[in-house]
C-alpha cells in the first residue's frame, strides 16, 4: 500500500458524504476534522475501504452521531 491510498479514500468518503448530505466539501473536511471522523477513516483504510459505499456512509454517519 503507497502512503497515498489512505487520503485517495478519505476523499472518496468526502465525495460521498458530500453527495449524501448535499454539503460542500469544505463543510464536510470541517465536520470530518471536528469529530475525529478524519483520522478514522485514515486509520481504519485497511478494512473500510474493501466496504461498499452505502455501508461506508452509514458507518460515517454513525460515527459522526457518536463524536459530536
Known amino acids: 500500500m503507497s502512503n ?3 487520503l485517495y479514500f478519505l476523499s472518496f468518503c468526502i465525495e460521498a458524504y458530500k453527495m449524501r448530505h448535499h454539503l460542500s466539501g469544505a463543510d464536510v473536511l470541517q465536520l470530518f476534522d471536528k469529530t475525529g471522523a ?3 477513516l485514515i486509520d481504519g483504510y485497511e478494512v473500510l475501504h474493501t466496504q461498499g459505499e452505502d455501508w ?3 458507518d460515517i454517519e ?3 452521531r457518536l463524536h459530536i
Open 62 to 64: 454513525e460515527f459522526i
Open 38 to 40: 478524519t483520522q478514522y
Open 4 to 6: 497515498t491510498e489512505p
Open 56 to 58: 461506508i456512509v452509514a
